[in-house]
């Protein structure tokens, strides 16, 4: 059953002018993680909103938990947690005064919402600050803070908008702990990302968007596939250079690319590991000595650039997107 | 119900905010009490005349002050949780979406029950005697709260459509700072230039300077537009002005708030 259905999304900005979602369509199947990957102001944040009620698409049809996004968005909050970009919660009080305050404000009794703030305050290892006001936590442990309040409770789908961006990477791998074990107990997560290796890391699905548009969609075994399966890559000496390549592209049955300044030889090749092999017993008999010597599959950087034809960190590339989201939250409120 | 259950919420969070954060409360109170002290002893002159002296004319005067600034802490309030994205995570919530507003204005019409009580203790200890019975003076209050509640509204919106929460108290104390001086809150308006005086007596603050200044048994001087409407009856006309602005902003933000946007 799928959880999370978004069917010819549009939302545009200035009359039209900039269309944050281009006809976006995905679908998150029950208890699985969809990654969203793109760059800044691909529409990650916009997909986001309307799936999470705050935004009204100009056209399109979206369902959470199989409820009805546009039509029946109260009921949509019953079910669904959402964590943003930032930590939203109050910082001047305590992380149990968050959570307490958003007990009551899912209609949770006070014992009951005082129970489920010290249950997620150990759950998210926040329980020693718990009585800290916020201003005092560290990046992650706001984060954590905030991810502890859009479960309280319990929701069927989960949303993280770029759950990580902005922590250092000590608070990174925190957080993907934390994800993780969501997961393993079975939420529905649809998370954006810029991170090529998070989605990596967390999602069973990806799409990859840019420009409001999905422009691939599989798991990161698939995406790497369609852009090329594994390469060789080997580093020799200036002299052994040629020769390497003749034996390289003898095996690979393929033209190798070479960086004469690293001394690098780099080929596709059908069969991973008994390619490398046979290179190794080619090289053995030319008498060849290599420096370095690697089976490389694709990184889901290269995905991208064969993708879009920029890169996923390159944020001018996507120019009225990208401008459109920051002058948006520069605005404070765009319609 | 729940509605109500829901911005109640939200006031407790802001009360809650005061005890973590109690340099904001005894702010609140330490200015006003300032102010009450030093009008009452720098103009204390310009009573001549007057029976029970100058005080009895300032005092209504700075409750209103008072209370209209709590425009701009409405607005710097919202602001602020604009700039945070808690918006963002008070929309997702299965709440009313009135909530987070109605909660607002009441926490901080809250802060100014305690700050009128303040006020008006020490407007008590340097002089100042209300002469109309327990009745009227505790009517006056409840107007005085009631127009700071009005107010709060207008702060909602401005906090709503603002980028900033630093540069809304500022605008919002630009805009009411001179609308409570360009009144007969702290001087009578007869000594102002005509066109002045007429913006002066039917200025929202001087009909409610006017009406406090009535229901606590001190009788108000007119100029220019003595014997007017507002000079007549500046209870209903503070009252009118009330549901006016009451009118105009509470659709106004609630229509802002449904497409809130932070950041």
Same mark, same amino acid.
């Given at each position: 059953?799928?959880?999370?259905?978004?069917?010819?999304?549009?939302?545009?900005?200035?009359?039209?002018?900039?269309?944050?979602?281009?006809?976006?369509?995905?679908?998150?199947?029950?208890?699985?993680?969809?990654?969203?990957?793109?760059?800044?102001?691909?529409?990650?944040?916009?997909?986001?909103?309307?799936?999470?009620?705050?935004?009204?698409?100009?056209?399109?049809?979206?369902?959470?938990?199989?409820?009805?996004?546009?039509?029946?968005?109260?009921?949509?909050?019953?079910?669904?947690?959402?964590?943003?970009?930032?930590?939203?919660?109050?910082?001047?009080?305590?992380?149990?005064?968050?959570?307490?305050?958003?007990?009551?404000?899912?209609?949770?009794?006070?014992?009951?919402?005082?129970?489920?703030?010290?249950?997620?305050?150990?759950?998210?290892?926040?329980?020693?600050?718990?009585?800290?006001?916020?201003?005092?936590?560290?990046?992650?442990?706001?984060?954590?803070?905030?991810?502890?309040?859009?479960?309280?409770?319990?929701?069927?789908?989960?949303?993280?908008?770029?759950?990580?961006?902005?922590?250092?990477?000590?608070?990174?791998?925190?957080?993907?702990?934390?994800?993780?074990?969501?997961?393993?107990?079975?939420?529905?997560?649809?998370?954006?990302?810029?991170?090529?290796?998070?989605?990596?890391?967390?999602?069973?699905?990806?799409?990859?968007?840019?420009?409001?548009?999905?422009?691939?969609?599989?798991?990161?075994?698939?995406?790497?596939?369609?852009?090329?399966?594994?390469?060789?890559?080997?580093?020799?000496?200036?002299?052994?250079?040629?020769?390497?390549?003749?034996?390289?592209?003898?095996?690979?049955?393929?033209?190798?690319?070479?960086?004469?300044?690293?001394?690098?030889?780099?080929?596709?090749?059908?069969?991973?590991?008994?390619?490398?092999?046979?290179?190794?017993?080619?090289?053995?008999?030319?008498?060849?000595?290599?420096?370095?010597?690697?089976?490389?599959?694709?990184?889901?950087?290269?995905?991208?650039?064969?993708?879009?034809?920029?890169?996923?960190?390159?944020?001018?590339?996507?120019?009225?997107?990208?401008?459109?989201?920051?002058?948006?939250?520069?605005?404070?409120?765009?319609? | 119900?729940?509605?109500?259950?829901?911005? *109640?919420?939200?006031?407790?969070?802001?009360?809650?905010? *005061?005890?973590?954060?109690?340099?904001?409360?005894?702010?609140?109170?330490?200015?006003?009490?300032?102010?009450?002290?030093?009008?009452?002893?720098?103009?204390?002159?310009?009573?001549?005349?007057?029976?029970?002296?100058?005080?009895?004319?300032?005092?209504?005067?700075?409750?209103?002050?008072?209370?209209?600034?709590?425009?701009?802490?409405?607005?710097?309030?919202?602001?602020?949780?604009?700039?945070?994205?808690?918006?963002?995570?008070?929309?997702?919530?299965?709440?009313?979406?009135?909530?987070?507003?109605?909660?607002?204005?009441?926490?901080?019409?809250?802060?100014?029950?305690?700050?009128?009580?303040?006020?008006?203790?020490?407007?008590?200890?340097?002089?100042?005697?209300?002469?109309?019975?327990?009745?009227?003076?505790?009517?006056?209050?409840?107007?005085?709260?009631?127009?700071?509640?009005?107010?709060?509204?207008?702060?909602?919106?401005?906090?709503?459509? !603002?980028?900033?929460?630093?540069?809304?108290?500022?605008? !919002?104390? *630009?805009?009411?700072?001179?609308?409570?001086?360009?009144?007969?809150?702290?001087?009578?308006?007869?000594?102002?230039?005509?066109?002045?005086?007429?913006?002066?007596?039917?200025?929202?603050?001087?009909?409610?300077?006017?009406?406090?200044?009535?229901?606590?048994?001190?009788?108000?001087?007119?100029?220019?537009?003595?014997? !007017?409407?507002?000079?007549?009856?500046?209870?209903?006309? !503070? *009252?009118?002005?009330?549901?006016?602005?009451?009118?105009?902003?509470?659709?106004?933000?609630?229509?802002?708030?449904?497409?809130?946007?932070?950041?």
């Amino acid at each position: 059953m799928k959880s999370v259905i978004a069917e010819n999304l549009v939302k545009t900005y200035r009359k039209g002018a900039v269309r944050a979602l281009n006809d976006l369509s995905l679908d998150v199947e029950e208890g699985t993680v969809l990654g969203v990957l793109g760059p800044n102001g691909a529409g990650k944040t916009t997909t986001v909103r309307v799936l999470s009620t705050l935004l009204q698409p100009d056209s399109g049809h979206a369902v959470v938990g199989g409820v009805d996004v546009i039509k029946n968005p109260k009921a949509v909050r019953q079910i669904i947690g959402l964590s943003g970009q930032y930590a939203a919660v109050d910082e001047t009080l305590t992380g149990w005064d968050n959570l307490v305050m958003f007990g009551q404000l899912y209609h949770l009794s006070a014992s009951q919402a005082r129970v489920r703030a010290q249950e997620l305050l150990e759950q998210f290892s926040l329980a020693a600050d718990g009585h800290r006001p916020i201003k005092t936590f560290s990046g992650g442990m706001r984060r954590r803070l905030d991810l502890a309040a859009s479960l309280i409770i319990r929701p069927k789908v989960l949303f993280l908008d770029e759950p990580t961006t902005g922590l250092d990477p000590r608070g990174r791998m925190e957080m993907w702990g934390v994800i993780e074990r969501l997961v393993r107990e079975g939420v529905t997560l649809l998370l954006t990302t810029q991170y090529l290796e998070e989605a990596d890391q967390l999602a069973d699905d990806i799409v990859v968007i840019d420009q409001g548009k999905v422009i691939a969609r599989g798991s990161s075994d698939s995406l790497k596939d369609q852009v090329g399966g594994e390469r060789i890559e080997i580093v020799v000496s200036e002299e052994n250079l040629l020769p390497a390549q003749e034996i390289v592209e003898r095996i690979a049955n393929s033209k190798a690319t070479v960086d004469r300044g690293l001394r690098r030889i780099s080929a596709p090749v059908l069969d991973g590991t008994a390619s490398l092999i046979s290179v190794i017993r080619g090289f053995d008999e030319a008498k060849i000595h290599a420096l370095d010597l690697a089976l490389k599959r694709p990184s889901l950087d290269d995905v991208f650039l064969s993708l879009t034809g920029h890169m996923a960190e390159d944020e001018s590339s996507d120019g009225l997107a990208d401008l459109a989201s920051k002058k948006g939250k520069k605005r404070g409120s765009k319609r | 119900m729940n509605g109500i259950q829901d911005a *109640l919420v939200i006031t407790k969070r802001q009360l809650l905010q *005061l005890t973590r954060v109690p340099e904001v409360l005894i702010f609140n109170t330490i200015q006003p009490v300032m102010f009450v002290l030093l009008f009452r002893y720098v103009f204390g002159g310009l009573g001549v005349g007057i029976k029970g002296g100058y005080v009895q004319l300032l005092m209504p005067g700075i409750f209103v002050q008072t209370v209209t600034f709590t425009l701009a802490a409405t607005a710097q309030g919202l602001a602020q949780d604009m700039e945070k994205g808690l918006i963002d995570r008070f929309r997702s919530l299965p709440i009313a979406r009135s909530a987070l507003v109605v909660g607002r204005t009441l926490g901080d019409g809250l802060l100014n029950i305690v700050v009128l009580i303040v006020m008006g203790t020490a407007g008590y200890i340097v002089g100042w005697r209300p002469t109309s019975g327990a009745l009227h003076i505790f009517l006056g209050f409840l107007m005085l709260l009631f127009f700071g509640y009005s107010l709060s509204w207008a702060g909602i919106y401005a906090g709503l459509i !603002s980028k900033d929460a630093r540069v809304v108290a500022n605008v !919002s104390f *630009l805009f009411t700072f001179p609308l409570t001086f360009l009144s007969n809150a702290f001087a009578s308006t007869t000594s102002m230039p005509k066109a002045l005086q007429y913006f002066a007596e039917w200025n929202p603050v001087s009909t409610m300077v006017a009406a406090a200044r009535q229901l606590f048994g001190f009788h108000n001087t007119f100029g220019v537009t003595a014997h !007017s409407f507002p000079s007549e009856h500046p209870i209903v006309t !503070s *009252l009118f002005y009330m549901v006016i602005i009451m009118l105009v902003f509470i659709p106004l933000s609630v229509q802002r708030y449904k497409n809130a946007n932070s950041r």
